[in-house]
């Protein structure tokens, strides 16, 4: 029986949002599968997920053993689709990383490649130490990254690349490279993780590897409905109303240009792409200023990165995010985006703590976050639902 109750724009409208909200838990859950067993990574495997659905680049700058590749290579494997990896060097040749000559062609006169598994056909690829590749390579990648159009030789192939994750120890000095650097819209800078998180990162290395996950049966099912949520919240962000928050946008971007950082016309323009991926990945299909928090990835260095959090504070200390908690956290260092990411950190660890056998490492893990909750937030200031969290969690490490 059909509800006439309920006008028809509203009832589209209503399975309009009800499927943006399944599709971006469906994401989050993807992308933080990937973040366990790593430590202070989790921001990587966000912003590369954040990216894909903006339809931007991301380039992750940090010093050699950082745990770069293993962030991205997890998010791939948890989000599904063709996958595409190299460590490029001076020596690179192009066809290691485009495809060869189909020899077949060449003998009939023409010069044509042969892409089947090389980066024209993947969706999200990993580029290592990408500023070390020849002029013939960046200058080929450049028009990829741009157009989404491989073109070499005869061969003029649409690519479905989603993200190219470029990385690299530190950003080049050679102002050649700065057209193609620039291609990459969103930054993150990567450091050890901190002394204090030590017990933690020599834990995690002690665990057996996550597997990856296998090829057949349920998990190929598995995979199409990851990046079948992934292509419809691309569809959304692109559809995503931005009218409301333009103008808050427009301030923050005088307020950086006024701050000394460099935003030029065109990341001025296309941090809108990263605003409206915000917005959906956190179930809405209109921005907001709680989706403002993505805007420090724009400036190229860490040090501007850090100016403009200090800039753009006000603004954004409302900012959070549903799915995103860890990168939301970190690049607006909001009490929202805190309390959004410890109630899912809380949440996770009781959900995991059920399916345990009482013991004392999980009664600590538990305890550790009690801490970190009652350390962030005065009992009077803490969110309703993070209250909650907090209740579940002293009733567990209870004394039975």
């Not at 990567?190 to 296998?214: H, K, Q």
């Amino acid at each position: 029986m059909t509800d006439t109750s309920t006008p028809p724009d509203a009832r589209s409208a209503a399975l309009r949002q009800d499927t943006l909200r399944q599709d971006s838990q469906l994401v989050a859950a993807a992308v933080g599968a990937a973040g366990r067993g790593m430590v202070d990574r989790e921001t990587v495997a966000e912003v590369v997920a954040l990216c894909a659905v903006a339809g931007e680049h991301l380039l992750v700058v940090g010093p050699p053993g950082t745990a770069k590749s293993q962030a991205v290579r997890q998010v791939a494997d948890r989000l599904g689709g063709r996958y595409f990896e190299y460590l490029l060097g001076r020596f690179t040749e192009p066809n290691e990383l485009f495809g060869p000559v189909d020899l077949r062609g060449l003998r009939e006169g023409r010069v044509e490649f042969e892409t089947a598994g090389m980066l024209p056909e993947a969706e999200i690829a990993f580029l290592d130490e990408v500023f070390l590749g020849s002029t013939a390579v960046l200058n080929t990648l450049l028009g990829l990254l741009n157009e989404r159009v491989f073109r070499r030789g005869g061969t003029v192939l649409a690519s479905p690349l989603r993200v190219c994750v470029g990385a690299a120890n530190h950003l080049p000095e050679d102002p050649a490279l700065a057209a193609f650097a620039d291609r990459f819209l969103a930054r993150v800078f990567v450091e050890p993780v901190a002394d204090a998180r030590l017990e933690d990162l020599l834990e995690a290395g002690r665990r057996p590897a996550a597997p990856v996950p296998p090829t057949g049966g349920g998990d190929r099912l598995g995979a199409l409905d990851r990046l079948g949520a992934l292509d419809r919240l691309t569809a959304a962000a692109r559809d995503c109303d931005l009218d409301g928050v333009t103008p808050l946008l427009a301030t923050a971007l005088r307020r950086l240009r006024a701050a000394g950082v460099p935003v030029g016309d065109r990341r001025a323009v296309r941090s809108q792409r990263l605003v409206a991926a915000a917005a959906v990945l956190d179930g809405r299909d209109a921005a907001t200023s709680r989706d403002l928090w993505v805007l420090p990835l724009i400036a190229p260095t860490s040090d501007t990165q850090a100016l403009a959090r200090d800039t753009l504070a006000d603004l954004i200390e409302k900012a959070a995010n549903t799915s995103l908690t860890h990168a939301a956290e970190e690049l607006s260092r909001s009490t929202a985006a805190r309390a959004e990411r410890l109630a899912r950190t809380g949440a996770a660890l009781l959900a995991e703590h059920r399916h345990l056998p009482e013991g004392r490492d999980s009664r600590l893990r538990l305890e550790a976050a009690l801490r970190e909750i009652d350390a962030g937030f005065a009992p009077a200031d803490l969110p309703a639902a993070l209250a909650g969290i907090r209740a579940d969690l002293v009733a567990a490490v209870a004394p039975s």
